[in-house]
């Protein structure tokens, strides 16, 4: 069965830095699609950053040049490099694993709370 355990959210002031990390456990890594949700208090959970197979990246227009997606497979963890951090990244942030070969699957970890906030 496969499982998604996200750690190192947190409390940081506005410009301050934070990385998540996502470890993936119960099946192969390297054969998903991952990526990083967020929702914040009242609104629709949204994308901000997904990593194909092969590495190639997307971002939220919010995010591009702040965040970054990467994964090691090695590690089974997928990471998710957070700079330059605004009030408005307050949001609880979920990994997400997509397998898109048969059987196909989507896959969510628990949440993480990130809160920018002097």
């Known amino acids: 069965q496969v499982q998604l355990v996200e750690s190192g959210g947190g409390l940081v002031q506005p410009g301050g830095s934070l990385r998540l990390s996502c470890v993936l456990s119960?099946?192969?890594?390297?054969?998903?699609?991952m990526g990083w949700y967020r929702q914040a208090p009242g609104k629709q959970r949204e994308l901000v950053a997904a990593?194909?197979?092969?590495?190639?990246?997307n971002y939220a227009d919010s995010v591009k040049g702040r965040f970054t997606i990467s994964r090691d497979n090695a590690k089974n963890t997928t990471y998710l490099q957070m700079n330059s951090l605004e009030p408005e990244d307050t949001a609880v942030y979920y990994c997400?694993?997509?397998?898109?070969?048969?059987?196909?699957?989507?896959?969510w970890g628990q949440g993480t709370q990130v809160t920018v906030s002097s």
């Open positions: 119960g099946s192969i890594f390297s054969i998903y699609v």
């Open positions: 990593i194909t197979t092969g590495g190639l990246t």
């Open positions: 997400n694993a997509q397998r898109w070969t048969i059987p196909r699957g989507v896959y």
